[in-house]
């Protein structure tokens, strides 16, 4: 009986002492951490040491000075020289920390529990945006440039992308056998980094010159990328040129031998070229001048100036002047009975142009003059009733040479002087081919006198 009250008790006390090593008993040590950052850890999260789990975090708070307070809970009590990172298990994920611990020696003192292990111990993580923004704009919008051309790079070329990365490894151990080669020969890597410095030495010795270079060059591939579109044409079309201009080549060749006996002629009257020249440089010394108005003329600057402005709108002349063809040709259709009238007193145009040049030939001080009445012609009448000027209208304005028999006169060609012997008479300037005036003037009409 005794036994078995005894069995009882011991599997009663080992049951105690179970649950006490589950849920109770020591129950580890608490500090308290200092972050500049909270580096996203959460209640929760894992302390390591090693790679292997001591404890985790509790709490995270903030202090009185804006720094994360981060209360965690290890197994064993820490030591003196005790320091804490907080790292993160991959690059993406939400929630990943970790605190590692690096413990002080076992031989230094221990920290008390719910001590404090200050920011100087500590280490915050540095997160991908906080790389980012110690990088300007200008750098940012260049890597993600970078990116993006990488992606397009690798877009839709699997296959090549793939042979890249197989490749990858075999040129980073070949990199490997290069240095390894290289750290073979101490001595000629010694002289080959002197001499490298030296070089450098040399070139920053020089770094304006440098500096300049670099400038210019900038300047000169500047230009260049302004004229891209120009240069990538170039290229475009330099192939097709250089195909012609070795077809022209090969062409030159053969009226090179053709040009041969021209040269060989040309070679016999070589001296007498000389004293040629000598006599034409005077001709084209003087020929400059006129070839440069020549080239003026031809070519101006500024719009319709020059021949070839001119010659540039004769096609728009011609076709202007073509639709005017037809109507001009029916005006001078049309107007030549107008010209075969007026034709036959040509002589009496030019002699009245004559006696009217005799008649000025008086001259003063103020230099020719003339002397010219109008013969019974007037434009105002006077008014007897109301003793005003009154003006003549056009129909009556000839009426005093009617009344005095004197028009309109309706003379025939040669009846500006009176007839004479030898001289022609107006029935010898016939309108028609019959002879006869066709009543469009009166041969009767010649000025009085003998």
Request: charged share 15%; aromatic share 6%; net charge negative.
């Amino acid at each position: 009986m005794l036994a078995r009250i005894a069995g009882f008790g011991a599997l009663i006390l080992g049951v105690v002492l179970v649950a006490m090593v589950l849920f109770g008993g020591d129950s580890g040590v608490t500090y308290k951490l200092l972050f500049q950052t909270g580096g996203q850890l959460v209640p929760g999260n894992q302390v390591l040491v090693g790679g292997q789990p001591i404890g985790t975090v509790d709490s995270i708070s903030l202090t009185d000075d804006a720094q994360a307070q981060v209360d965690i809970t290890v197994d064993e009590p820490l030591h003196e020289g005790t320091t804490a990172t907080v790292r993160a298990t991959s690059l993406s994920g939400i929630a990943n920390r970790y605190i590692s611990i690096a413990p002080g020696p076992n031989s230094s003192p221990e920290i008390p529990a719910d001590s404090t292990l200050p920011a100087d111990k500590t280490t915050s993580p540095v997160d991908l945006d906080q790389l980012f923004d110690t990088l300007n704009a200008r750098t940012r919008t260049g890597l993600q440039d970078f990116i993006q051309g990488q992606a397009a790079v690798y877009s839709g070329n699997t296959d090549a992308a793939r042979a890249t990365y197989k490749y990858f490894a075999p040129s980073l151990q070949e990199s490997t056998q290069l240095f390894a080669e290289l750290n073979q020969d101490q001595a000629m890597l010694s002289r080959f980094l002197v001499a490298g410095s030296q070089v450098f030495r040399t070139i920053s010795s020089r770094s304006d010159d440098l500096s300049a270079l670099t400038s210019n060059a900038n300047q000169a591939f500047g230009a260049i990328a302004r004229e891209n579109t120009a240069f990538n044409q170039t290229l475009i079309d330099l192939p097709p040129a250089m195909r012609q201009a070795n077809t022209t080549f090969v062409n030159l060749r053969a009226a090179l031998d053709d040009l041969q006996p021209l040269i060989d002629d040309t070679g016999r009257v070589a001296p007498e070229l000389a004293p040629f020249l000598a006599k034409l440089r005077p001709v084209i010394r003087s020929s400059l001048p006129v070839l440069s108005n020549i080239t003026v003329s031809l070519s101006r600057s500024g719009p319709n100036n020059d021949l070839a402005d001119s010659l540039r709108s004769l096609p728009v002349v011609a076709k202007r002047a073509q639709k005017a063809v037809n109507p001009t040709l029916q005006a001078l259709s049309q107007s030549q009975h107008l010209v075969e009238f007026a034709r036959p007193y040509a002589p009496d145009v030019f002699a009245a142009l004559g006696k009217l040049g005799t008649a000025a030939g008086f001259y003063d001080l103020n230099g020719h003059y003339l002397r010219g009445q109008p013969a019974a012609g007037n434009v105002f009448k006077y008014n007897d009733a109301t003793g005003a000027l009154e003006p003549i209208t056009l129909s009556q304005q000839y009426d005093a040479f009617a009344a005095m028999g004197l028009g309109p006169f309706v003379r025939c060609p040669g009846a500006a002087t009176q007839p004479n012997a030898g001289w022609p008479s107006p029935t010898d300037h016939p309108f028609t081919d019959d002879g006869a005036l066709n009543g469009e003037c009166d041969a009767a009409q010649v000025p009085p006198g003998p």
